[in-house]
Each structure stands twice: as C-alpha cells, then as structure tokens.
C-alpha cells in the first residue's frame, strides 16, 4: 500500500533519512521504533508531505490494484484526500478551537454533510468524554482527552492509512493500553496503520511488523514477535540484559 | 466646559478609534497566521483612499458602489502583495518578512508620489455626508456616525466570518498551528491569502473614511495612521481580532482626549502620547489585552 525507496532528507546541513526504504502492507500494523533522533518523526512528516524528501519516491497505492501515485511529489492537502491521516506527535489539537471544531477540522476536506455528522457521531460514541466536552476548548482536555480527541480528529478523515506518532507520549499506563487496544479495532476493521513509538514493548506487540531505525537507515526488520526476540533490539530498545 | 464640546470630542474618538480599528484587525490577522508584521498595511489605507478619490471624481459612482470597490481595491491590494512579496518567503526567517514589508512600503508610498505626486489632494464627499448632524448640541458631521456605524458592522461582520465559518475556521486553524492544519487537508496557502485580502479590504475602506473625515489625501498618508494601528494592535494582545477592535477604540479615544482636555501648548506631542501609552500598557499587560504568551503560542 505505501513504500518508501531510498529516501533522503536533509534538514540544513543535516543528512537526516540516508537511503531510507521501507513498506507498509494493506491492512497491517507497522511501526517504527528507534531512538531519539534517528529520523522516526521526519519519516512520518515526509510521508505526509510535511517534508520534501531530496531524493527518492513515496509510492502510495489508495485501492488495490488501483494506480499508484508518488506523495513524495504532493501538496499534504493531496495526501490528506487520497486517504491519509497523520495524527502528530504531541497530539497537536487546536486549543482554542472547540472539541467539536477540532473534529469539524478533521473531517475538512469532506463535503458530505449527513456523512460529517454521522462520523462526528460515531466519534462520540468512541469516546463519550468528547461529547460531554464538545463546546469546550480543546486545550482545557486532559492529556488522554486530547490524545482521544487527536485520533478521533484523524478519523474524520476516513482514512485508509492512520499514520500515529508517538501515540503513548506522556499518557499514563491505562490510558496507553485503552489507546492501544482502539488501534488494535481500528486495524480490525480495516485500516491500515502506520506508528512511530518510543514504548517499544507496546509497539512490538501491537505491530504485524516492525522496522528499528538508527541514524536514518532501517537496520532491521521482522515481525514483531521476531524482533522483541531479537537480543540486540532487546538490549537497545526494551530495556533488558538478554 | 460645555456637554456639546465633550460629545465633540467622544464622536472625534470613535471615529478616529474606527479607522485605527479596521486597520489595526489586519495586522493582527495577518501577524496571526504568519507571525508576520506587515509595515505596508498603512499603505493600503492610502491605495483605498486614492481609488475611492478616483471613483468618486472621475466616475461619479453611488456611494455604496464605491464603498464596495474601495473593499475590493484593498483586497486586491492585499492579494497582489502576499503572492509577489511574502509567498515566496514563505519559512524564512521573521525578520526577512518584516524586511520586506518595509520595502514594499516605501516601494507603494514612492509609486504614490510618482503616480498622483506629493501634492495634497482635496478628497470631495457628497454634500450629505458633510453635512452637519445634530446630536446632543455638539458640533459634528453625517460622516462621522457613518464611520463608526460602517467600522462596527465590517468589524462584527468580520468576527462572524472568523467564528462561523468553514473558512473562518480554517483560518483560527492555520494561525494556531500551520503544520498540523496542512495535517488536516487545510489549503493554507489559501487562508493565508483570505487574511491578507480581508484585512486589506477593511485597510482600504479605512482610507475611504480617512479621506472623507480630514479633507485631504497624499501618497505618504498611510505611514503615521498605519504605525498608530500597529500599536493598537499591539495594545489589544497582536493576533487577537477583538483585541486589534478594542485597541483601535481605546487608542482613537484616548489620543482624543489628550488633545481636546489638556492646555493646547500639548497638542503637538499626541504621537509622544500614543507611543508612551503603548509602553505603559505593555508594562503592566506584556501580551496585550487578549493576547495569548508566545510560550502558548509555541
């Protein structure tokens, strides 16, 4: 569905995605574990467009079997209507805006009203919380409020490919495995799911597959069972002496 | 002192307060969006003044007629400028935007002496607006009430757009956070442009009243009134569109006031005034009235 062919980015002076290449199949969970600074955000933002990769393509491919399109080449607003929503790091909601606004904003590029509602409906029943608060700024929600808001907003979309980052970032334990077990549904019912994650643990055992990124090249890759095993990931990214 | 003198003086301050007003919401629309400090806003007060002057004499247009395209005008104004000057500056440094809106100042006000000359021209009304208007025994014209009356309604008009709006929306998006509404399928090229032009259509309506309430107009007119709305702007919290209103108002009002109540011999030093308010204001209020931190902001 998406792959990435030998990307590479420079920020400045920095070379930061050196030959990147990787592959997000039709409904499978991805992630993309690494340390800080190994190039997982500049990834995602140039997928989405945020980022204009110096060389190589980003071939997406919306419908199977349909023509495939490089976003690398595309305005985001293009990339947010071919299917596409990245829900950013830090959770980005707009605080001055309403809760309901912020839902409205996700679903902006639709025109189709009753589908709107029923969408901004079907968020509700997500997360009821987001109901209760709809007329309230946004910036007054709680951290996992605004990360419930920040994918509920994603969805308006009606993404084919949810591209999280760092979804588990400064949410307490519960609220991660209750935001875990929602990618693991979305999944479920069909899409297709693309994260950047710092927990690892949670990561590999969310993920169908995953890629360990370092100094803006991936340097391994398998599923997630097989790299959880893995004893050098083990010993870099999940905290134990194997 | 008589009552007639003091509603002299507050219809002087509102009027004078609407004009800062209208100017002062596009500078803090457009420093909103893009942090960007536009120094040729005040210009456009000038362009909407002389296409107003041009209309009025050589077409003999209605009034409302020229009302709309003294808005357009400025809008288009605003339009013209974003795409040649800021667009393709668009994630270079600030104080490259804030460099180039100065040139294009300069450039707009020497394109005015060059066109029209530095002579002073007389901008002519229609008689009924000059007209004096009985209010209260003061000593006022039509053309005042019409200023403030039209400064509310474009400025409430404004804020629905701004509040009720699928476009108006976007906009309170873009200027939160420009990279997360790309995010969300938001065209922000194109909200950036709806700021410049709806700020510059009220700018340009501002030289329509300006014209009509002082008399006369010149190619360098926009510089002071521009500056003054800037610190209205400022004073009302930059970014905040209510703020830059009620900054406006507060300003007009008191610059006013400082003429009309103090012993004459002050007058001259009503610019000294309005800068040293500026700097109280900010002591106390570093954001302004409704400005949020930067650190928010970030």
């Known amino acids: 569905m998406l792959r990435l062919e030998d990307i590479h980015v420079h920020r400045g002076r920095t070379h930061v995605l050196k030959g990147l290449t990787l592959a997000v199949g039709r409904g499978e969970i991805v992630a993309l574990i690494g340390a800080n600074g190994a190039g997982k955000t500049t990834t995602l933002r140039t997928v989405s467009g945020l980022i204009r990769p110096t060389s190589g393509a980003v071939v997406y491919q919306p419908e199977p079997g349909g023509p495939q399109v490089d976003l690398s080449r595309l305005a985001p607003e293009k990339i947010v209507a071919a299917g596409i929503s990245h829900c950013p790091e830090g959770r980005q909601v707009f605080s001055s805006l309403s809760v309901r606004e912020n839902l409205l904003v996700g679903g902006y590029l639709r025109r189709d ?120 990931v083990r010993r870099a990214y999940l905290g134990s002496a194997a | 002192m008589s009552g007639g003198y003091l509603t002299d003086l507050l219809v002087g301050g509102l009027t004078l307060g609407s004009m800062y007003a209208l100017v002062a919401i596009g500078f803090s629309m457009i420093y909103g969006i893009i942090r960007l400090i536009n120094f040729a806003h005040g210009d456009i007060v000038m362009i909407g003044a002389f296409v107003t002057l041009g209309l009025v004499q050589a077409l003999d247009l209605p009034l409302p007629l020229v009302a709309l395209a003294t808005l357009a005008a400025g809008g288009g104004m605003g339009l013209i400028i974003e795409r040649a000057a800021f667009r393709p500056m668009r994630g270079a440094p600030q104080v490259t935007g804030f460099i180039a809106s100065l040139a294009v100042s300069i450039m707009l006000q020497n394109l005015g002496v060059l066109i029209l000359t530095a002579q002073p021209r007389n901008f002519v009304c229609p008689d009924w607006l000059s007209a004096p208007a009985r209010l209260l025994g003061a000593n006022i014209r039509v053309i005042d009430l019409a200023i403030v009356a039209s400064a509310l309604g474009l400025a409430s008009g404004l804020m629905l757009v701004i509040k009720k709006t699928r476009l108006g929306m976007a906009m309170r998006a873009t200027a939160e956070n420009l990279d997360t509404a790309r995010l969300m399928g938001i065209d922000v090229n194109r909200t950036i442009m709806a700021a410049f032009v709806m700020g510059s259509a009220l700018a340009g309506v501002a030289g329509f009243m300006w014209g009509g309430k002082f008399g006369q107009i010149d190619p360098l007119l926009g510089y002071v009134p521009g500056l003054k709305s800037f610190v209205a702007a400022v004073i009302g919290g930059v970014g905040s569109v209510p703020g830059a209103i009620l900054g406006g108002y507060l300003l007009g009002m008191s610059e006013v006031l400082f003429v009309g109540l103090l012993p004459p011999v002050y007058a001259p030093y009503r610019d000294a005034f309005v800068f040293g308010t500026l700097i109280l204001i900010l002591l106390v209020l570093p954001n302004g009235l409704f400005g949020t931190s930067t650190e928010e902001r970030a």
């Open chain 1, 113 to 232: 009203k009753e589908g709107i509602s029923r969408d901004l409906e079907r968020s509700f029943e997500l997360f009821p919380i987001l109901r209760e608060r709809g007329h309230q700024a946004a910036g007054s929600l709680s951290g996992g409020e605004q990360m419930m808001l920040a994918i509920a907003r994603a969805l308006m979309n009606r993404p084919k490919l949810l591209i999280l980052d760092e979804p588990s970032l400064g949410l307490a334990p519960l609220i991660v495995a209750r935001i875990f077990a929602l990618i693991a549904e979305l999944n479920a019912a069909g899409t297709t799911v693309f994260l950047v994650e710092q927990n690892a643990v949670m990561a590999l055992g969310l993920a169908h597959r995953a890629y360990v990124l370092e100094l803006g090249a991936i340097v391994l890759s398998g599923t997630g069972r097989e790299l959880a095993e893995n004893p050098e």
